[in-house]
């Protein structure tokens, strides 16, 4: 996969060796809007209400999925521990979709390096 303005390609292929990298680590944010909540609290079969007090965090006017202790720092919440996968990939958030081209990793080329395997630089 290629994206317009970026200096690398990444090949998915790689995520079923990797075992999560981009799912877990530092805590940060990870940010779902009203439509991809909406889809999600769906999928698991959950109203609006109850998904968003079980899954998300609000910061500010915004959501963030709820993080879990992992390893030596955090995960998704809807990491699979067992697998190390996500276990809503067909749902996941845009955020999740767009990576790795992210306008962060376009400043941190090492750190891009070291979280993902799937990625070539051109």
């Known amino acids: 996969m290629k994206q317009d303005g970026f200096e690398w390609e990444f090949d998915p292929s790689f995520c079923e060796e990797c075992g999560g990298k981009c799912c877990t680590g530092e805590s940060g944010y990870i940010w779902i809007d009203e439509g991809e909540s909406r889809l999600l609290a769906e999928h698991l079969g959950l109203n ?3 998904f968003k007090e079980k899954f998300l965090i609000k910061v500010g006017k915004k959501f963030s999925i709820k993080e879990k202790s992992h390893e030596d720092g955090y995960a998704c919440v809807f990491f699979d521990e067992i697998n ?3 276990s ?3 749902f996941r958030p845009s955020q999740c979709r767009s990576f790795p081209f992210w306008d962060y990793f ?3 080329l090492r750190e891009l390096e070291r979280e993902c ?3 070539k630089f051109l």
Do not use: S
């Open 48 to 50: 609006e209400d109850e």
């Open 88 to 90: 809503i990939y067909e």
């Open 106 to 108: 376009r400043k941190n």
């Open 117 to 119: 395997i799937g990625v």
């Open 84 to 86: 190390k996968n996500c």
